[in-house]
């Protein structure tokens, strides 16, 4: 083999593993289309007027295992913590990454997935989820009408609200 296509063959392969080195955006898209949600959960607050705290969070999850990916993930975004997930389950192997800072949900978890949209059903959770931390940074939740408008829509997402805890009552 001669010099120029060896050394052009030697360029190929750093560029290749230099691109496996870095997560692709369609790849954590996918990922996420699998392994992630857009959650709005409440938490009382006896010191705020609507006596709950309405928490926008991202979650992404994997088997302890295979937890690097959260690494590569968190690394792209530039924020969120991995955690234990389901905390206290003795048989729950597997770890979280979580994205609950209303910035970074605005400036990076958002357009990201506007960017690099989900293909599953998860896509209208995101929206919905969009919407939901935009109205918040607006300040809608500060008002009846808007902590009402927010509930009903976060209670909408992940099954119609199936796998909560509390009732949408309980809210109001």
Known sequence: ????????????????????????PW?????????GTFHVSFAKRTDLPKKWAIIPEFHVSQ?????????EIQKYFGCGIIRDNHRGRANDVTKVLVVRNRRDLLDKIV???????????????????AEIVSAMEQGSHHSSEGF?????????MNGGGRYRKRKIEELF
């Open 1 to 24: 083999m001669d010099q120029t296509k060896a050394s052009k063959n030697a360029s190929c392969a750093d560029n290749q593993q230099e691109r496996l080195q870095k997560i692709h």
């Open 27 to 35: 790849y954590i898209s996918g990922f996420v289309d699998g392994e």
């Open 148 to 156: 009402r408008a927010i509930a009903t829509k976060a209670f909408q």
């Open 63 to 71: 088997h302890q295992d295979r937890a690097s990916v959260l690494d």
């Open 111 to 129: 357009p990201f997935f506007q960017c690099y949209p989900l293909r599953s059903q998860k896509r209208n959770d995101f929206q919905t989820f």
